[in-house]
C-alpha cells in the first residue's frame, strides 16, 4: 500500500510494525513498542487541525493512514483508531465552528491519549442506549455501571464513556463524557486474557463505581436512542465505524498477498505444470478474493470522502456510514476464510501469517454496529420506521 504524500507512516516504521505483530499476539501483550513509534511520528495528532498543532488531516485521509497500518500490524490500527475517531470528530466540529470541546483538541496535540468505553454487557446498540447510570450532581455526573472492550488501557488518559440520566423517566438522556485516568471512583478488571483475535489491543474492562466527572468534561447531553444523534454522535459513528471498515480492510488485503505470493510456491503431483497457481479452482477462488477488495475499498473511500467534503446526505447519512463498515467487514472475512481454502493445512500454523489474521478478522463482525444493527438500521430506513420503534415478541 502506497503512502499518501502527507502520510505519517514511514515504511520503517511500519515493518518494525509488521515483524512485532506476532509475538504481540503470541503473548497476549499490549504494542507498547509500536505505541510509542508511532506516537512520535505523529499518528495521534494527524487529525488535530494544524491551527492547533496537528496535520488537519480529513476523516478520509485518516482511513487511508489506518488502512495502511492495518496491513501491517492490525490491532495496532484498531486500537488506535479509538484515540484517532474522538479526535478526528471533535476536529470537524471545531472547523465547523463549535468551540466547545477545544480542550480535548489541545489536549491531544500536548500527547494525551483518548479511548473508547462504550460497549456494555445488555446493551446493542452503543452510544444511543447505555445500561451505566448517569446522576446528575452538583458540578458535573457520577456514572456506575461495566465497560467493556477497553482498547488501549494501559496508556488511556481519557476514556470516553456514556451513560443514561433517567432522572425524568419520560425523558432520558444520554450523557457523554470524558474520564481523566486521574479519577477517583473506577477500576480496570483485565479481562483480556488470550481471546480470539486482536490481543494486542488489550481491550480488558474499566468498572465505573459512582466516579464523578465534572462538566468541564461532559461533552454532550442528548435525548436517548436514535433522536439523540447529532453531530458530535453522528461523527462518533462515522470516524469509528468507517476506521473499523478500513482496519479490516488492510487486514484482508495483507492476507490476500500472503496467498498469492505463497501459491506462486506451492507445487503439485497432479497437474501437468506441477504448479498449484495453474488449479482452476484455486484460480477461482483468488478471483474471487480479488473482486471482495475490489468492491470494499470504493466503497469505503466514497463514504468517506463525501462525509470529509461535507456532502448533504441528510438522514441518510447514519445508513451508508454502518452499510459501508458491515460491507467492508464482512468482504474482509470472505477474504480470509477463502484464504485458508487456498493455502490447505499450512494456513493453520503461525508461520503462514494467516492464521494469526484469521482469528483477528472474525472480530470485524462484531464490532458495532453489528450485521444485526445494520440490517434493522437499514431496513427501517428504506420502509420508513422510526429507527427507535422496538419489536414486541410474544
Given at each position: 500500500?502506497?503512502?499518501?504524500?502527507?502520510?505519517?507512516?514511514?515504511?520503517?516504521?511500519?515493518?518494525?510494525?509488521?515483524?512485532?505483530?506476532?509475538?504481540?499476539?503470541?503473548?497476549?501483550?499490549?504494542?507498547?513498542?509500536?505505541?510509542?513509534?508511532?506516537?512520535?511520528?505523529?499518528?495521534?495528532?494527524?487529525?488535530?487541525?494544524?491551527?492547533?498543532?496537528?496535520?488537519?488531516?480529513?476523516?478520509?485521509?485518516?482511513?487511508?493512514?489506518?488502512?495502511?497500518?492495518?496491513?501491517?500490524?492490525?490491532?495496532?490500527?484498531?486500537?488506535?483508531?479509538?484515540?484517532?475517531?474522538?479526535?478526528?470528530?471533535?476536529?470537524?466540529?471545531?472547523?465547523?465552528?463549535?468551540?466547545?470541546?477545544?480542550?480535548?483538541?489541545?489536549?491531544?496535540?500536548?500527547?494525551?491519549?483518548?479511548?473508547?468505553?462504550?460497549?456494555?454487557?445488555?446493551?446493542?446498540?452503543?452510544?444511543?442506549?447505555?445500561?451505566?447510570?448517569?446522576?446528575?450532581?452538583?458540578?458535573?455526573?457520577?456514572?456506575?455501571?461495566?465497560?467493556?472492550?477497553?482498547?488501549?488501557?494501559?496508556?488511556?488518559?481519557?476514556?470516553?464513556?456514556?451513560?443514561?440520566?433517567?432522572?425524568?423517566?419520560?425523558?432520558?438522556?444520554?450523557?457523554?463524557?470524558?474520564?481523566?485516568?486521574?479519577?477517583?471512583?473506577?477500576?480496570?478488571?483485565?479481562?483480556?486474557?488470550?481471546?480470539?483475535?486482536?490481543?494486542?489491543?488489550?481491550?480488558?474492562?474499566?468498572?465505573?463505581?459512582?466516579?464523578?466527572?465534572?462538566?468541564?468534561?461532559?461533552?454532550?447531553?442528548?435525548?436517548?436512542?436514535?433522536?439523540?444523534?447529532?453531530?458530535?454522535?453522528?461523527?462518533?459513528?462515522?470516524?469509528a465505524l468507517l476506521g473499523f471498515g478500513n482496519v479490516y480492510l488492510g487486514l484482508a488485503r495483507r492476507a490476500f498477498d500472503l496467498t498469492t505470493t505463497s501459491l506462486q510456491k506451492k507445487t503439485s503431483v497432479s497437474l501437468s505444470r506441477g504448479e498449484l497457481k495453474h488449479h482452476p479452482g484455486?484460480?477461482?477462488?483468488v478471483a474471487e478474493m480479488a473482486l471482495e477488495l475490489e468492491r470494499i475499498e470504493p466503497h469505503l473511500e466514497s463514504v468517506a470522502r463525501d462525509y470529509s467534503e461535507g456532502v448533504d446526505h441528510g438522514h441518510a447519512w447514519g445508513p451508508k456510514i454502518v452499510a459501508a463498515k458491515c460491507a467492508?467487514?464482512?468482504?474482509?472475512?470472505?477474504?480470509?476464510?477463502?484464504?485458508?481454502?487456498?493455502?490447505?493445512?499450512?494456513?493453520?500454523?503461525?508461520?503462514?501469517?494467516?492464521?494469526?489474521?484469521?482469528?483477528?478478522?472474525?472480530?470485524?463482525?462484531?464490532?458495532?454496529?453489528?450485521?444485526?444493527?445494520?440490517?434493522?438500521?437499514?431496513?427501517?430506513?428504506?420502509?420508513?420506521?422510526?429507527?427507535?420503534?422496538?419489536?414486541?415478541?410474544?
Amino acid at each position: 500500500m502506497l503512502a499518501t504524500a502527507n502520510s505519517v507512516l514511514p515504511d520503517d516504521i511500519l515493518q518494525r510494525c509488521l515483524e512485532r505483530a506476532p509475538g504481540y499476539d503470541h503473548e497476549n501483550r499490549f504494542f507498547q513498542e509500536d505505541f510509542d513509534e508511532l506516537r512520535g511520528a505523529g499518528y495521534l495528532t494527524m487529525a488535530v487541525p494544524k491551527e492547533l498543532g496537528g496535520r488537519g488531516m480529513s476523516l478520509a485521509e485518516v482511513c487511508r493512514e489506518t488502512r495502511r497500518l492495518a496491513y501491517h500490524a492490525p490491532p495496532t490500527a484498531l486500537a488506535l483508531n479509538m484515540h484517532n475517531y474522538w479526535v478526528g470528530l471533535v476536529a470537524d466540529l471545531w472547523r465547523g465552528g463549535d468551540k466547545s470541546l477545544e480542550w480535548l483538541l489541545e489536549a491531544a496535540a500536548d500527547g494525551e491519549v483518548f479511548a473508547a468505553g462504550h460497549a456494555e454487557k445488555g446493551n446493542d446498540i452503543p452510544l444511543l442506549y447505555s445500561t451505566t447510570m448517569a446522576e446528575r450532581v452538583d458540578g458535573g455526573y457520577r456514572f456506575t455501571g461495566h465497560k467493556s472492550f477497553g482498547s488501549l488501557t494501559p496508556v488511556w488518559t481519557y476514556l470516553g464513556i456514556h451513560g443514561l440520566d433517567t432522572s425524568d423517566p419520560n425523558a432520558p438522556k444520554v450523557v457523554h463524557a470524558f474520564m481523566p485516568r486521574s479519577s477517583a471512583g473506577y477500576r480496570v478488571e483485565p479481562t483480556w486474557d488470550h481471546v480470539l483475535g486482536m490481543r494486542a489491543t488489550r481491550s480488558d474492562d474499566t468498572i465505573l463505581e459512582g466516579v464523578f466527572i465534572p462538566d468541564q468534561y461532559i461533552a454532550r447531553v442528548v435525548p436517548s436512542g436514535f433522536a439523540g444523534i447529532d453531530g458530535f454522535v453522528l461523527g462518533a459513528f462515522a470516524w469509528a465505524l468507517l476506521g473499523f471498515g478500513n482496519v479490516y480492510l488492510g487486514l484482508a488485503r495483507r492476507a490476500f498477498d500472503l496467498t498469492t505470493t505463497s501459491l506462486q510456491k506451492k507445487t503439485s503431483v497432479s497437474l501437468s505444470r506441477g504448479e498449484l497457481k495453474h488449479h482452476p479452482g484455486l484460480q477461482h477462488d483468488v478471483a474471487e478474493m480479488a473482486l471482495e477488495l475490489e468492491r470494499i475499498e470504493p466503497h469505503l473511500e466514497s463514504v468517506a470522502r463525501d462525509y470529509s467534503e461535507g456532502v448533504d446526505h441528510g438522514h441518510a447519512w447514519g445508513p451508508k456510514i454502518v452499510a459501508a463498515k458491515c460491507a467492508a467487514v464482512e468482504g474482509a472475512w470472505r477474504v480470509v476464510d477463502m484464504s485458508l481454502d487456498v493455502l490447505g493445512g499450512f494456513g493453520i500454523f503461525p508461520a503462514s501469517g494467516i492464521e494469526r489474521l484469521i482469528r483477528d478478522a472474525r472480530l470485524g463482525r462484531l464490532h458495532p454496529a453489528n450485521s444485526y444493527l445494520t440490517r434493522e438500521i437499514l431496513a427501517k430506513a428504506s420502509l420508513g420506521i422510526d429507527l427507535d420503534e422496538r419489536p414486541r415478541w410474544g
